[in-house]
């Protein structure tokens, strides 16, 4: 079974169509990438799976359940989590801090138990930063920890972006344009870490990305958008054959 179904999904905003008719699959530990031009509806359709957007039409499924109506709080208790095309971590707090409160959804402590450290509370926060400090190791951000975040690098940034969504043990990472404004070494330590994620850690991911070179290295499937519609959907090898994704991408002069 599928661990993520999107079924005939449509957003409307006013009289301009984001999504029409939008249906793929994603299956439990795979690596796909929604592609597209520039306003296709990529990252609408991340917020209709992540729960920002709700579709007037259509439904999304994960793990079987319809969670089309769920608020995003209640997908990510679920095991949807997810990073930004803009940067959205705490500037003003540190590295170590960011991660934490990504953990806010693990814990069961109220405000009395959590004030008091005591019993659930410390066990919890042991058990909290013990998750933190692997991540912290897993993604290579040790020297930065404690460092505040709006005094890093633009590269480091997403990076402890990633971190703190992996602070949820997510069971499928949205990752909305991970490499967006990276240079080419950042890119590659991204593109490593996103590959670990899937294949250690058993991951399913979804990505957006407009590296197409990142994309057919790394994805098992890709889903191609083009003005809201899917004009595609199949293995990198598939899609790049495709005459209409050629078409999306090149224009019909280029393209003959």
């Not at 991970?178 to 670990?196: Q, S, V, Y």
């Amino acid at each position: 079974m599928a661990l993520l179904e999107i079924a005939h999904l449509s957003l409307r905003f006013g009289g301009v169509s984001a999504l029409n008719d939008v249906s793929f699959s994603v299956e439990p530990g795979a690596l796909s990438a929604i592609i597209g031009p520039n306003g296709a509806g990529k990252t609408s359709l991340l917020n209709c799976i992540s729960g920002v957007y709700r579709p007037q039409k259509g439904t999304v499924r994960f793990d079987g359940a319809d969670v089309t109506h769920l608020r995003p709080a209640a997908r990510t208790r679920l095991g949807i989590a997810r990073t930004f095309q803009n940067i959205a971590l705490f500037k003003g707090m540190t590295v170590l801090d960011n991660l934490l409160i990504g953990r806010h959804c693990h814990q069961k402590t109220g405000v009395l138990g959590g004030g008091l450290y005591y019993g659930l509370g410390e066990r919890e926060e042991i058990r909290d930063r013990a998750r933190i400090e692997e991540i912290i190791d897993f993604l290579e951000i040790e020297p930065v920890r404690k460092q505040v975040v709006h005094t890093l690098a633009y590269g480091l940034q997403k990076r402890v972006e990633l971190a703190r969504a992996l602070a949820l043990e997510p069971r499928l990472l949205l990752l909305d344009e991970p490499m967006a404004g990276m240079n080419a070494e950042e890119k590659e330590d991204m593109a490593r870490f996103i590959l670990d994620i899937n294949e250690e850690r058993g991951t399913t991911i979804v990505m957006i990305e407009h590296d197409m070179g990142v994309v057919m290295d790394l994805s098992h499937r890709v889903v191609v958008l083009n003005f809201g519609q899917k004009i595609a959907d199949g293995t990198p090898e598939e899609v790049q054959r495709s005459r209409e994704v050629q078409l999306a991408y090149l224009g019909g002069e280029a393209a003959a």
